[in-house]
DNA sequence: TTTATTTCTTAAACTACTTTAATTTTTTTG
DNA sequence: CAAAAAAATTAAAGTAGTTTAAGAAATAAA
């Protein structure tokens, strides 16, 4: 049982990572033998400001979210990351920095990790894997460039409209605070949209 | 003359590659080598949507403005760049895919260029340049990721301190609309706010 | 240097969103 | 399964930012 769970999440990953680049048997195994298995429990942490991201994070199973605290001790919820996706902070991760974000399990979940040094070995050995992550920072910052860009043209409605569009999954599963704070604007604000948008 | 103007954008540029990565006089000599310098007038585009970016554009004088055009017309600034900085649109420059954005020049200036392909020869001849390219898209990404959070978190008068305070050469340079689109409120809002904080 | 054009300012009326607070519903925990 | 805790809803009053429109100031063009 133990073994099919592990089996799993690899196959999972590897499906991910082809999709990007292609890896030989051996690639893959090599890949995979550098990779550590990790559970999170529910409302436990990934990541705390403060401590150095030391791996990027797949997530194989569950949902998280990454949100940090501003001066008034207000948190705002940055991006969250579901199965298949990646998480971490990436800017602590490339310079081995302390972060500002924090990252917490929404759900009890499963996610498959590589460490710096490890992610640096695998650079040398099988240099397809810095097209991977580069292409992964890549996409990343096409998000992100949209997010602003979107942000600056619509209102909060035609962000929320937008979020449900693009991901479907998570209109359901996160609570509403959690895209509330994400959208930025308040859980009442938004419980009112969807009654009006409901009413239609 | 010509000579003179050339010798100083090409020190510019060495300046700002050496902050990043450490090079060789002959690898200096070959990287400007692949360089192309051009002049822009003010009100003249760099790029326009629906091109594809072939180049990164490193400014050597002058200041230019990234801007989108949404649905209903309306421009909104994305990003400015003046003396020192590098411009285009990494995403269409790195797919080679037609761009979203315009790149404007607000005043007359003078850039150096490098193309995709001398890019992708000069990664295989100097590899230190992947890293510098790297640290480029990271520093980007870093960034936009700090404009999002502070975005969520911060009313227009609390970003438009903080843009002074990041970037004290445009607030004077820079036309007030376009500040104003930058920051995502409108001008006669960002005048109302300038007189309050004079006040202060 | 004058004219034309663009940008900035001001102010009043308006709208999108927040705040506060009370109530209901859902989820979690013992 | 009951009690407790967390999340969602509703509504009223308040505030941040927009819109419209007109005049003043600055900049560009002739």
Redesign the interface.
């Known amino acids: 049982m133990y073994i099919w769970m592990i089996m799993d999440n690899t196959a999972l990953i590897l499906t991910n990572v082809s999709k990007l680049i292609e890896l030989s048997p051996d690639e893959e195994a090599y890949f995979i033998s550098l990779l550590q298995s990790k559970t999170i429990k529910r409302k436990d942490f990934l990541l705390q400001a403060g401590d150095v991201c030391r791996y990027e994070t797949f997530v194989c199973k569950g949902c998280l979210r990454n949100y940090?605290i501003?001066?008034?001790g207000?948190e705002?919820n940055?991006v969250f990351a579901v199965e298949s996706w990646w998480t971490g902070d990436?800017?602590s991760f490339?310079t081995q920095t302390p972060s500002r974000y924090f990252i917490e399990a929404l759900e009890d979940s499963e996610v498959v990790q590589i460490g710096k040094s490890s992610l640096e070995t695998l650079y040398q050995n099988v240099p397809k894997f810095?097209r991977f992550f580069?292409l992964l920072?890549?996409n990343?910052?096409?998000a992100?460039?949209q997010?602003?860009?979107h942000?600056?043209?619509s209102n909060a409605e035609e962000r929320y409209t937008a979020f449900l569009k693009r991901y479907p999954q998570l209109g359901q599963r996160i609570a509403q605070k959690h895209i509330a704070?994400y959208l930025?604007i308040t859980p009442e604000f938004l419980s009112m949209l969807r009654r009006k948008t409901m009413a239609k």
Chains 1, 2 share one sequence.
């Open positions: 940090y501003d001066n008034e207000v705002h940055t990436m800017y490339i810095e580069r920072l890549q990343a910052y096409v992100q460039e997010r602003i860009v942000n600056l043209s704070s930025g």
